[in-house]
T-cell receptor, first 115, second 116 residues
Framework: GAVVSQHPSWVICKSGTSVKIECRSL??????MFWYRQFPKQSLMLMAT?????????EQGVEKDKFLINHASLTLSTLTVTSAHPEDSSFYIC???????????FGPGTRLTVT | AQKVTQAQTEISVVEKEDVTLDCVYE???????LFWYKQPPSGELVFLIR??????QNEISGRYSWNFQKSTSSFNFTITASQVVDSAVYFC?????????????FGTGTRLLVSP
């Protein structure tokens, strides 16, 4: 399957600062990537669809001004958590591209802790 | 609306026992895909299997098998002769024609603990 990487794998930041998470498709060009959020011991919730060369599509209830997504190239999508607060602490996972039967390949995730 | 229900929050078994993880789904799409993913403690999701809505054949892969029944909207996953390495959270997921099969809707997951 496709290889997706994320950087960093974990990050600790102070409340009020911004943090950027990178998601790279290593062996495939991806016009679309997806960002999920997972709270401890909970399921994955789709936050937004990242579209190369255009604006991201956010799911209902997700603040687009807080979670900035940029898909600048066919191999890189970034998620920036702006003015982070402790409640933004979570596990953020990106995915893409979809496989031949629409299976998604997930990155290893980024654990964000806001203090 | 699409929904995936995994009623079993946590299952504990002893090594070599068989275990079945339940998954029930809801969708209005007539064409859809169902998936199972494994999330070990490291956190990275591992794709296990996908089934399309027109293929109700059961599938076996080593110790893993899947039972898809459209009549009951279920896609259950059985691990035979479980091993400690099977300990993980398992997610069932669904994608439908209505979203171009792009968006995955996940169940809440079942945590499987296999003890030696």
């Amino acid at each position: 399957g496709a290889v997706v990487s994320q950087h960093p794998s974990w990050v600790i930041c102070k409340s009020g600062t911004s943090v950027k998470i990178e998601c790279r498709s290593l062996d495939f060009q991806a016009t679309t990537m997806f960002w999920y959020r997972q709270f401890p011991k909970q399921s994955l919730m789709l936050m937004a669809t990242s579209n190369e060369g255009s604006k991201a599509t956010y799911e209902q209830g997700v603040e687009k001004d807080k979670f900035l997504i940029n898909h600048a190239s066919l191999t890189l999508s970034t998620l920036t958590v702006t003015s982070a607060h402790p409640e933004d602490s979570s596990f953020y996972i990106c995915s893409g591209p979809t496989g031949p039967s629409y299976e998604q390949y997930f990155g290893p995730g980024t654990r964000l802790t806001v203090t | 609306a699409q929904k995936v229900t995994q009623a079993q929050t946590e299952i504990s078994v002893v090594e070599k026992e068989d275990v079945t993880l339940d998954c029930v789904y809801e969708t209005r799409d007539t064409t859809y895909y169902l998936f199972w993913y494994k999330q070990p403690p490291s956190g990275e999701l591992v794709f296990l299997i996908r089934r399309n809505s027109f293929d109700e054949q059961n599938e076996i892969s080593g110790r893993y098998s899947w039972n898809f029944q459209k009549s009951t909207s279920s896609f259950n996953f059985t691990i035979t002769a479980s091993q400690v390495v099977d300990s993980a959270v398992y997610f069932c997921a669904l994608s439908g024609w209505n979203t171009g099969f792009q968006k995955l809707v996940f169940g809440t997951g079942t945590r499987l603990l296999v003890s030696p």
